[in-house]
């Protein structure tokens, strides 16, 4: 499969404990983002890279999360001192920046934070 | 502030119904409008897309209607499956980045 993927795709943990996230974008794509999507809502932007340089953030992305694209290919998402409120739907996509620029998803991965 | 507003929250129709959801927008920024599927546990899959100079676009079952003037654009579904049963989000684009509506939650009941 050829996709994005997403790892883990749930993770519990306590408040307070720091998670980390991997994201595989579609090879050859060199533009990735990051998304939380909550229960009843639509994703919301939370950062992007180009290669490796990140090059927005949302005011979501509090100084508890830090997202990385070390060498242009996979990229990590890590929150540290999880709160309850981080508790979502983190999700993964990547895409082509040419024509459409076509935003691929992968499948996510569940926080639950008790 | 939501910069992508979808109606309606939730929709159910009959097989072989045409569900229709709206979605308006104020930024004329915006350069590019999809419309994703998301079924329960899963991410949002593309479904089809319309940039705002063009009017309508169809593929297979789905089309889009874009009012530009209006700020407005919309997700027809003809012959509608129970399969299609999904939340269906609209999103427009602007700098790379992608504002989503609310969502729909259809039902299409056999």
Known sequence: DTGVSQNPRHKITKRGQNVTFRCDPISEHNRLYWYRQTLGQGPEFLTYFQNEAQLEKSRLLSDRFSAERPKGSFSTLEIQRTEQGDSAMYLCASSFPTGQETQYFGPGTRLLVL | ?110
């Open chain 2, 1 to 110: 502030q939501q910069q992508v507003k979808q109606s309606p929250q939730s929709l159910i129709v009959q097989k072989g119904g045409i569900p229709i959801i709206n979605c308006a927008y104020e930024n004329t920024a915006f350069d590019y409008f999809p419309w994703y599927q998301q079924f329960p546990g899963k991410g949002p899959a593309l479904l089809i897309a319309i940039r705002p100079d063009v009017s309508e676009k169809k593929e297979g079952r789905f089309t889009i209607s874009f009012n530009k003037s209006a700020k407005q654009f919309s997700l027809h579904i003809m012959d509608s499956q129970p399969g299609d049963s999904a939340t269906y989000f609209c999103a427009a684009r602007r700098a790379g980045r992608l504002y989503f509506g609310r969502g729909t939650q259809l039902t299409v009941w056999p």
